[in-house]
C-alpha cells in the first residue's frame, strides 16, 4: 500500500496569509490527524477526523483548522499566519476500528511564515 | 502540564551494544504506547507499540518493556548500529475517541557510533 502522503512539502508565506495543507491517508484509513512539531513544542496534537467529523482537538487557537473528505483525505488551513506557526505540519492516518492503534505518518509540510 | 517525558535529550552508544530509551507518563488513562524513530524534516516512522495489557513486546531487534505500576516504558535495541542514529519518540493514546490524539515526549537523540 501506498503510505501517507501530504502536498506541499514546502511553503514560503508572510504573515498575515492564509495557507491549506493537504493530506492523503493510507487506503482503507478512515482517521487522519494533525500534529505541529517545532523546536520548542515538540510534537503536538492539532485535530482529529474520523468519517468527515472531528472527533478531537487539542489546544490551538482557532485559526487552526480542518476538514475531511467522503474518501477520508484530509486538509488543514491556518488563516492570519503568524511568525510562530512557521514549523513541520504532520499528518498521520490510522484505521480506528479499534480502540489501540497506529497511527502513520506522512513526510510532513515544511511551512515558513516570514 | 506534560504528560510524556523523555528525560534523556541525547545518548551515545557504541556500535553493537544495546541502546536503552526511557520514558515516564503521568496519565493512567493511557492505555497504548508507541515508540517512533525520526529524521529531521521528515515524518516519524513507527517501530514498535505495546497495550497497557502487556508489560513487553518484541520485534526483530526492538523491545518495549511497560511498567505500568512505576507509569514507565522502555526500548531496547539490541545489536544497536550506526543506522539506528536517530530521534527517537515515545507516544501515549488513551482509550476511545482519545486513541486517535497521540501525546508525545519531547524525544531522545541516539547517536549509534561505529
Known amino acids: 500500500k501506498a503510505g501517507v502522503t501530504q502536498t506541499p512539502r514546502y511553503l514560503i508565506k508572510t504573515r498575515g496569509q492564509q495557507v491549506t495543507l493537504s493530506c492523503s491517508p493510507i487506503?482503507?484509513?478512515?482517521?487522519v490527524s494533525w500534529y505541529q512539531q517545532t523546536p520548542g513544542q515538540g510534537l503536538q496534537f492539532l485535530f482529529e477526523y474520523f468519517s468527515e467529523t472531528q472527533r478531537n482537538k487539542g489546544n490551538f487557537p482557532g485559526r487552526f483548522s480542518g476538514r475531511q473528505f467522503s474518501n477520508s483525505r484530509s486538509e488543514m488551513n491556518v488563516s492570519t499566519l503568524e511568525l510562530g506557526d512557521s514549523a513541520l505540519y504532520l499528518c498521520?492516518?490510522?484505521?480506528?476500528?479499534?480502540?489501540?492503534?497506529?497511527?502513520?505518518f506522512g513526510p510532513g509540510t515544511r511551512l515558513l511564515v516570514l | 502540564d506534560q504528560q510524556v517525558k523523555q528525560n534523556s535529550p541525547s545518548l551515545s552508544v557504541q556500535e553493537g551494544r544495546i541502546s536503552i530509551l526511557n520514558c515516564d507518563y503521568t496519565n493512567s488513562m493511557f492505555d497504548y504506547f508507541l515508540w517512533y524513530k525520526k529524521y529531521p524534516a521528515e515524518g516519524p516512522t513507527f517501530l514498535i507499540s505495546i497495550s497497557s495489557i502487556k508489560d513487553k513486546n518484541e520485534d526483530g531487534r526492538f523491545t518495549v518493556f511497560l511498567n505500568k505500576s512505576a507509569k514507565h516504558l522502555s526500548l531496547h535495541i539490541v545489536p544497536s548500529q550506526p543506522g539506528d542514529s536517530a530521534v527517537y519518540f515515545c507516544a501515549a493514546s488513551g482509550l476511545g475517541h482519545q486513541g486517535g490524539k497521540l501525546i508525545f515526549g519531547q524525544g531522545t537523540e541516539l547517536s549509534v557510533k561505529p
Open positions: 498521520a492516518s490510522s484505521p480506528r476500528t479499534s480502540g489501540q492503534e497506529t497511527q502513520y
Open positions: 487506503s482503507g484509513h478512515r482517521s
